[in-house]
Protein backbone atom coordinates (compact mmCIF):
# COMPACT_ATOMS: atom_id res chain seq x y z
CA UNK A 1 0.00 0.00 0.00
CA UNK A 2 1.22 3.33 -0.93
CA UNK A 3 1.74 5.95 2.23
CA UNK A 4 2.76 9.70 2.55
CA UNK A 5 3.63 11.42 5.15
CA UNK A 6 4.28 15.34 5.06
CA UNK A 7 6.21 17.20 7.81
CA UNK A 8 5.44 20.13 9.52
CA UNK A 9 1.90 19.79 9.45
CA UNK A 10 2.04 23.39 9.60
CA UNK A 11 4.92 26.00 9.36
CA UNK A 12 4.56 29.94 9.46
CA UNK A 13 7.38 31.92 8.33
CA UNK A 14 8.19 35.86 7.83
CA UNK A 15 8.22 37.33 4.24
CA UNK A 16 11.44 36.34 2.55
CA UNK A 17 11.94 34.18 5.30
CA UNK A 18 13.16 30.73 3.08
CA UNK A 19 12.35 27.09 4.36
CA UNK A 20 11.76 23.84 3.08
CA UNK A 21 8.64 21.40 3.57
CA UNK A 22 9.22 17.27 3.62
CA UNK A 23 7.05 14.36 1.95
CA UNK A 24 8.04 11.09 2.90
CA UNK A 25 6.75 8.46 0.64
CA UNK A 26 6.87 4.52 0.62
CA UNK A 27 5.60 3.32 -2.79
CA UNK A 28 6.45 0.34 -4.57
CA UNK A 29 7.53 1.55 -8.02
CA UNK A 30 7.45 5.14 -7.90
CA UNK A 31 5.81 6.20 -11.21
CA UNK A 32 5.38 10.01 -10.21
CA UNK A 33 5.47 12.20 -7.11
CA UNK A 34 3.10 15.18 -7.36
CA UNK A 35 3.02 18.54 -5.52
CA UNK A 36 0.30 20.65 -5.67
CA UNK A 37 -0.84 23.99 -3.76
CA UNK A 38 -4.88 24.11 -2.39
CA UNK A 39 -6.07 27.43 -0.88
CA UNK A 40 -9.56 27.54 1.35
CA UNK A 41 -12.25 26.20 -0.23
CA UNK A 42 -11.20 25.20 -3.39
CA UNK A 43 -9.49 22.16 -5.60
CA UNK A 44 -5.86 21.39 -5.74
CA UNK A 45 -3.87 22.92 -8.40
CA UNK A 46 -1.10 21.24 -9.98
CA UNK A 47 2.77 22.56 -9.46
CA UNK A 48 5.18 19.51 -10.30
CA UNK A 49 5.87 16.16 -11.72
CA UNK A 50 8.97 14.34 -10.15
CA UNK A 51 9.86 10.72 -11.84
CA UNK A 52 13.32 9.83 -10.63
CA UNK A 53 15.74 10.34 -7.93
CA UNK A 54 17.59 13.05 -8.37
CA UNK A 55 15.23 15.42 -10.50
CA UNK A 56 14.44 18.78 -9.80
CA UNK A 57 12.00 21.39 -10.74
CA UNK A 58 11.38 24.98 -10.47
CA UNK A 59 8.81 27.53 -10.77
CA UNK A 60 8.56 30.80 -9.30
CA UNK A 61 9.85 30.80 -5.77
CA UNK A 62 8.90 26.76 -5.12
CA UNK A 63 11.48 24.44 -5.54
CA UNK A 64 10.88 20.79 -5.89
CA UNK A 65 13.06 17.75 -5.37
CA UNK A 66 13.31 13.90 -5.13
CA UNK A 67 14.91 11.25 -3.40
CA UNK A 68 14.42 7.52 -3.10
CA UNK A 69 12.45 8.36 0.39
CA UNK A 70 11.47 11.78 -0.09
CA UNK A 71 10.84 14.86 -1.40
CA UNK A 72 11.21 18.53 -0.48
CA UNK A 73 9.23 21.42 -1.72
CA UNK A 74 11.75 24.53 -1.08
CA UNK A 75 10.47 28.06 -0.59
CA UNK A 76 12.65 30.50 -1.15
CA UNK A 77 12.12 34.57 0.06
CA UNK A 78 8.50 33.55 0.27
CA UNK A 79 5.54 35.84 -0.12
CA UNK A 80 2.38 36.39 1.92
CA UNK A 81 0.49 34.82 -1.37
CA UNK A 82 2.26 31.70 -0.88
CA UNK A 83 0.50 31.03 1.68
CA UNK A 84 -1.46 27.60 1.23
CA UNK A 85 -1.66 23.86 2.01
CA UNK A 86 0.66 22.37 0.08
CA UNK A 87 -0.21 18.33 -0.96
CA UNK A 88 2.19 15.70 -2.39
CA UNK A 89 1.16 12.43 -3.93
CA UNK A 90 2.48 9.67 -5.41
CA UNK A 91 1.10 7.50 -7.83
CA UNK A 92 2.54 3.76 -8.13
CA UNK A 93 3.52 0.68 -10.31
CA UNK A 94 0.41 -1.11 -8.84
CA UNK A 95 -2.00 1.27 -8.16
CA UNK A 96 -2.89 2.29 -11.81
CA UNK A 97 -3.92 6.31 -11.62
CA UNK A 98 -4.62 6.14 -8.32
CA UNK A 99 -3.22 9.17 -6.42
CA UNK A 100 -2.24 8.51 -2.59
CA UNK A 101 -2.21 11.96 -0.92
CA UNK A 102 -0.45 13.00 2.37
CA UNK A 103 -2.16 15.15 4.55
CA UNK A 104 -0.36 18.62 3.70
CA UNK A 105 1.21 21.26 4.99
CA UNK A 106 -0.68 24.74 5.84
CA UNK A 107 1.75 27.46 5.07
CA UNK A 108 1.23 30.84 6.13
CA UNK A 109 3.50 33.87 5.29
CA UNK A 110 3.58 36.88 7.51
CA UNK A 111 4.09 40.19 5.96
CA UNK B 1 -7.38 28.40 -20.19
CA UNK B 2 -9.29 25.13 -19.80
CA UNK B 3 -10.83 24.03 -16.57
CA UNK B 4 -12.74 21.42 -14.55
CA UNK B 5 -15.95 22.15 -13.92
CA UNK B 6 -18.24 21.15 -11.08
CA UNK B 7 -22.07 22.17 -9.82
CA UNK B 8 -23.32 22.72 -7.16
CA UNK B 9 -20.36 24.03 -5.53
CA UNK B 10 -21.98 24.31 -2.46
CA UNK B 11 -24.67 21.36 -0.95
CA UNK B 12 -26.59 21.14 2.57
CA UNK B 13 -28.79 18.49 2.98
CA UNK B 14 -30.28 16.36 5.82
CA UNK B 15 -29.56 12.90 6.70
CA UNK B 16 -31.48 10.01 4.12
CA UNK B 17 -31.76 12.75 1.73
CA UNK B 18 -30.38 11.85 -1.69
CA UNK B 19 -27.40 14.70 -3.76
CA UNK B 20 -25.94 14.37 -6.78
CA UNK B 21 -22.89 16.10 -7.77
CA UNK B 22 -22.25 16.80 -11.83
CA UNK B 23 -18.44 17.36 -13.81
CA UNK B 24 -17.17 18.31 -16.65
CA UNK B 25 -13.66 17.53 -17.74
CA UNK B 26 -11.04 19.64 -19.51
CA UNK B 27 -11.84 18.54 -23.16
CA UNK B 28 -10.31 15.89 -24.70
CA UNK B 29 -9.19 14.01 -21.44
CA UNK B 30 -10.23 10.81 -21.51
CA UNK B 31 -10.04 9.98 -17.89
CA UNK B 32 -11.93 11.23 -15.22
CA UNK B 33 -11.73 10.80 -11.33
CA UNK B 34 -13.69 11.64 -8.11
CA UNK B 35 -12.20 12.36 -5.37
CA UNK B 36 -13.73 13.11 -1.30
CA UNK B 37 -11.76 15.16 0.87
CA UNK B 38 -12.76 15.64 4.68
CA UNK B 39 -11.12 18.78 6.06
CA UNK B 40 -7.62 18.69 7.01
CA UNK B 41 -6.80 15.62 5.15
CA UNK B 42 -5.80 14.72 1.74
CA UNK B 43 -8.32 13.36 -1.30
CA UNK B 44 -9.05 10.32 -1.58
CA UNK B 45 -10.48 8.75 -4.75
CA UNK B 46 -13.59 7.20 -4.68
CA UNK B 47 -13.80 6.16 -8.72
CA UNK B 48 -11.78 6.54 -11.77
CA UNK B 49 -12.98 6.13 -15.38
CA UNK B 50 -11.21 5.72 -18.53
CA UNK B 51 -13.74 7.14 -20.90
CA UNK B 52 -17.40 5.92 -20.04
CA UNK B 53 -15.70 2.68 -18.22
CA UNK B 54 -15.20 2.48 -14.52
CA UNK B 55 -11.33 1.03 -13.99
CA UNK B 56 -10.87 1.71 -10.20
CA UNK B 57 -13.86 1.83 -7.49
CA UNK B 58 -12.36 -0.38 -5.21
CA UNK B 59 -12.52 2.85 -2.25
CA UNK B 60 -16.60 4.11 -3.08
CA UNK B 61 -19.26 2.57 -0.85
CA UNK B 62 -21.04 1.13 -3.07
CA UNK B 63 -24.27 0.47 -1.06
CA UNK B 64 -25.09 4.24 -1.09
CA UNK B 65 -22.65 5.79 -3.80
CA UNK B 66 -23.08 5.14 -7.36
CA UNK B 67 -20.93 7.31 -10.56
CA UNK B 68 -21.86 7.78 -13.88
CA UNK B 69 -19.60 8.34 -17.19
CA UNK B 70 -22.58 7.41 -19.56
CA UNK B 71 -21.33 9.14 -22.75
CA UNK B 72 -17.23 9.56 -21.82
CA UNK B 73 -17.46 13.24 -20.73
CA UNK B 74 -19.16 14.64 -18.31
CA UNK B 75 -19.97 12.27 -14.70
CA UNK B 76 -22.36 12.00 -12.36
CA UNK B 77 -21.73 11.06 -8.57
CA UNK B 78 -25.02 10.16 -6.76
CA UNK B 79 -24.90 9.59 -2.52
CA UNK B 80 -28.51 8.08 -1.57
CA UNK B 81 -29.40 8.11 1.39
CA UNK B 82 -26.89 10.70 2.63
CA UNK B 83 -25.27 10.30 5.74
CA UNK B 84 -23.94 12.34 8.48
CA UNK B 85 -20.05 11.61 7.88
CA UNK B 86 -20.42 12.65 4.13
CA UNK B 87 -20.07 15.63 5.03
CA UNK B 88 -16.81 16.66 2.82
CA UNK B 89 -15.60 18.29 -0.33
CA UNK B 90 -15.93 16.16 -3.22
CA UNK B 91 -13.65 17.21 -6.04
CA UNK B 92 -13.64 15.83 -9.72
CA UNK B 93 -9.95 15.74 -11.57
CA UNK B 94 -8.80 14.81 -15.32
CA UNK B 95 -6.01 13.69 -16.78
CA UNK B 96 -4.66 12.98 -20.61
CA UNK B 97 -3.58 9.50 -21.50
CA UNK B 98 -0.17 9.72 -21.99
CA UNK B 99 1.02 5.89 -22.28
CA UNK B 100 2.75 4.23 -19.29
CA UNK B 101 4.26 7.65 -18.13
CA UNK B 102 2.50 9.39 -15.20
CA UNK B 103 0.28 12.23 -15.90
CA UNK B 104 -0.94 15.12 -14.16
CA UNK B 105 -4.34 15.46 -12.91
CA UNK B 106 -5.96 18.85 -12.99
CA UNK B 107 -8.75 19.24 -9.98
CA UNK B 108 -11.96 21.33 -10.05
CA UNK B 109 -13.48 23.36 -7.97
CA UNK B 110 -15.49 20.73 -5.54
CA UNK B 111 -18.25 20.67 -4.21
CA UNK B 112 -18.89 21.35 -0.59
CA UNK B 113 -21.27 18.84 0.89
CA UNK B 114 -23.09 19.23 4.35
CA UNK B 115 -25.33 16.56 5.58
CA UNK B 116 -27.35 17.80 8.67
Known amino acids: EDQVTQSPEALRLQEGESSSLNCSYTVSGLRGLFWYRQDPGKGPEFLFT???AGEEKEKERLKATLTKKESFLHITAPKPEDSATYLCAVQGETSGSRLTFGEGTQLTVNP | EAEVAQSPRYKITEKSQAVAFWCDPI?????LYWYRQILGQGPELLVQFQDESVVDDSQLPKDRFSAERLKGVDSTLKIQPAELGDSAMYLCASSLVLGARSNEQFFGPGTRLTVL
Open chain 1, 50 to 52: LYS
Open chain 2, 27 to 31: SGHAT
